[in-house]
């Protein structure tokens, strides 16, 4: 089944040691996203690839960065993640259909900051 | 700016009894909504979408929702609720696609409880 894949599921790192998220698709989409959630909240957009095109959101901290090696992969790398920085991270896609571009989410990967 | 609220952060029901989660929205224009389901320590799943077809929309395991635009609202519903549907759901809409890719606005989530 063409679907959206998250590695690793689980994640424990140390106060400000770099940490990278990994994400994969089968779908062939144009558009990759990174979403943070944190406890009981709704998800929130830290930035997309369009192709190999980068867009960031404007309050996204600049300790969060992305890569896009390939149609398939994006990566997450977080600097020097802070405890403030323990959340779920997912990943969607979406191919860009006007009236009908639907995003498909990962399954997430849960950080957890020590 | 689009928005979208959920009038109920916590909704519990008996299993087999109906299911109401309500949302409302705001938008400018013509949009596009969506309900996510997301059980614990899981990603999103997509329960349904409405984009502009069939004001009653249907979706995977027995969930509907129906777009009222004088109402402006977009209330998910099921007839009989399941164990299993015990999770958050979110009531999300997507912006018009100005840029290089659609951005969701979430609502706030509802959990939603089923009893025996």
């Known amino acids: 089944d063409a679907m959206v894949i998250q590695n690793p599921r689980y994640q424990v790192t140390q106060f400000g040691k770099p940490v990278t998220l990994s994400c994969s698709q089968t779908?062939?989409?144009?558009?990759m996203y990174w979403y943070q959630q944190k406890s009981s909240q709704a998800p929130k957009l830290l930035f997309h690839y369009y192709d190999k095109d980068f867009n960031n959101e404007a309050d996204t901290p600049d300790n969060f960065q992305s890569r896009r090696p390939n149609t398939s992969f994006c990566f997450l790398d977080i600097r020097s993640p802070g405890l403030g920085d323990a959340a779920m991270y997912l990943c969607a896609t979406s191919r860009r259909a006007s009236g009908t571009d639907t995003q498909y989410f990962g399954p997430g990967t849960r950080l957890t900051v020590l | 700016a689009q928005s979208v609220t959920q009038l109920d952060s916590h909704v519990s029901v008996s299993e087999g009894t109906p299911v109401l989660l309500r949302c409302n929205y705001s938008?400018?224009?013509?949009?596009?909504l969506f309900w996510y389901v997301q059980h614990p320590n899981k990603g999103l799943q997509l329960l349904l979408k409405y984009t502009s077809a069939a004001t009653l929309v249907k979706g995977i395991n027995g969930f509907e929702a129906e777009f009222k635009k004088s109402e402006t609202s977009f209330h998910l519903t099921k007839p009989s609720a399941h164990m299993s549907d015990a999770a958050e759901y979110f009531c999300?809409?997507?912006?018009?696609?100005?840029?290089?890719?659609?951005?969701?606005?979430f609502g706030t989530g509802t959990r939603l409880q089923v009893t025996l």
């Open positions: 999300v809409v997507r912006e018009i696609n100005t840029g290089t890719a659609s951005k969701l606005t």
């Open positions: 779908l062939n989409h144009n558009v």
């Open positions: 938008s400018s224009y013509s949009p596009s």
